[in-house]
T-cell receptor, first 112, second 113 residues
Framework: EAQVTQNPRYLITVTGKKLTVTCSQNMNHEYMSWYRQDPGLGLRQIYYSMNVEVTDKGDVPEGYKVSRKEKRNFPLILESPSPNQTSLYFC???????????FGSGTRLTVV | AQSVTQPDIHITVSEGASLELRCNYSYGATPYLFWYVQSPGQGLQLLLKYFSGDTLVQGIKGFEAEFKRSQSSFNLRKPSVHWSDAAEYFCARKDLGTYKYIFGTGTRLKVLA
């Protein structure tokens, strides 16, 4: 089944403890992206990747890192999480420009 | 800066009634335009997209959208709503030459039995 898989689905962590949210797609898509969703703000793009080893900042990149060492994987790294990063995170992939996204099921992160 | 506006935060319709969800995009060349649906606890699912050609676009689940350049709008419609359509709907844009997608803030649809 074609899909984007995120793990974990739920995560509660403490301020400052480094964490990684994994994202993997099995559709050979070139383009991948991370979003956070907050009430009243819609989805905001954190980082995106056009292909392996090519990444760029979205609208809200502060406090996040990404890497794209393989085409299928695009992990999101929070080096020192803070409470304002409590949010619902989505990974998404697309075959190329202009095509719509396939979204993962989301990761609900709580930083206390 | 380019933007997408969904003026209605909440909409309530009766089952079987018609539906129109509004989406306006800001200035610039015609972007790629999308509608997504998010059911509770789920990720977003693509309903339909538009870039060029026929301005009336058909999507999945019986939805359609019409692009109107003169009004900078891309409204989503459905002739007869089903209870299972209750969800949040997002309009999005992507401009040529960029990799950035911009989402609206969403419209939450409630369907009355």
């Amino acid at each position: 089944e074609a899909q984007v898989t995120q793990n974990p689905r739920y995560l509660i962590t403490v301020t400052g403890k480094k964490l990684t949210v994994t994202c993997s797609q099995n559709m050979n898509h070139e383009y991948m992206s991370w979003y956070r969703q907050d009430p009243g703000l819609g989805l905001r793009q954190i980082y995106y990747s056009m292909n392996v080893e090519v990444t760029d900042k979205g609208d809200v990149p502060e406090g996040y890192k990404v890497s794209r060492k393989e085409k299928r994987n695009f992990p999101l790294i929070l080096e020192s999480p803070s409470p304002n990063q409590t949010s619902l995170y989505f990974c998404a992939s697309s075959p190329r420009q202009g095509y719509g996204y396939t979204f993962g099921s989301g990761t609900r992160l709580t930083v206390v | 800066a380019q933007s997408v506006t969904q003026p209605d935060i909440h909409i309530t319709v009766s089952e079987g009634a018609s539906l129109e969800l509004r989406c306006n995009y800001s200035y610039g060349a015609t972007p790629y335009l999308f509608w997504y649906v998010q059911s509770p606890g789920q990720g977003l699912q693509l309903l339909l997209k538009y870039f060029s050609g026929d301005t009336l676009v058909q999507g999945i689940k019986g939805f359609e959208a019409e692009f109107k350049r003169s009004q900078s709008s891309f409204n989503l419609r459905k002739p007869s709503v089903h209870w299972s359509d209750a969800a949040e709907y997002f309009c999005a844009r992507k401009d040529l030459g960029t990799y950035k997608y911009i989402f609206g803030t969403g419209t939450r649809l409630k369907v009355l039995a």
